[in-house]
């Protein structure tokens, strides 16, 4: 599959070769939906808390005697069935994390990149590099483009001025070819890849 590589105001510099064992593959949406499912769990804080009757704040007294009241037999007041009591087998804090192999998690980098590449959102960008960090700049450039909702992937080191630059831009994420996943592929309308960016990930997938 050959793509135009283009520079930041548009101009068409050359073109490259992406490998169809990368780019060209047949989007499968359950191998997606995995591994999105596997990568959205892993980031749940599993913070959820309820208290038992252990630590709620009601005296631990019998509310009143055995028999003779004509009620039903109780002990104290942080019973879960009295308002305010103890939660019975509530949520408490644990991980939602589940394990997905290695290889499913790269197949599934490989079918989000396909999917981009045969929708027609995957871009090559010459290189993403500013002599200063000027947000304003780079706003006018994207704008001209086109871009509003855009993931751009970069080599193994990110340009500081074009990170600092491009932070401030709703909707624009810059992240080195290490940070490339599913979930953020996915979510953002466009996806840009640098030379640096295209050569690190067919090195990591091949």
Do not use: C
Not at 27 to 55: C, F, M, Y
Not at 62 to 74: D, E, L
Not at 81 to 103: C, E, M, N
Not at 133 to 159: C, F, H, M, Y
């Amino acid at each position: 599959m050959k793509l135009d590589v283009i520079k930041l105001d548009g101009a068409k510099v050359g073109t490259v070769e992406l490998g169809d064992e990368i780019f060209g593959l047949e989007p499968r949406a359950d191998i997606l939906h995995r591994v999105v499912r596997w990568q959205r769990n892993k980031a749940q804080a599993g913070t959820h808390k309820v208290k038992t009757r252990s630590e709620t704040s009601y005296s631990t007294k019998k509310i009143y005697r055995q028999k003779g009241t004509g009620g039903a037999r109780h002990g104290d007041r942080n019973a879960p069935i009295f308002r305010k009591g103890g939660v019975y087998k509530g949520p408490t804090p644990r991980s939602h994390a589940h394990d997905l192999p290695k290889k499913f998690r790269a197949l599934g980098l490989k079918h989000a990149l396909s999917a981009k590449a045969k929708a027609g959102e995957l871009v090559v960008l010459d290189s993403a590099e500013m002599a200063a960090p000027r947000t304003a700049e780079l706003a006018k450039s994207l704008k001209s483009l086109g871009w509003k909702r855009v993931l751009i992937i970069d080599g193994a080191q990110v340009n500081e001025n074009f990170a600092m630059a491009a932070r401030n831009i709703e909707g624009i994420d810059v992240l080195p070819s290490m940070g490339a996943n599913v979930y953020d592929i996915l979510r953002r309308d466009t996806l840009v890849l640098t030379k640096a960016g295209v050569e690190a990930l067919e090195a990591r997938l091949k």
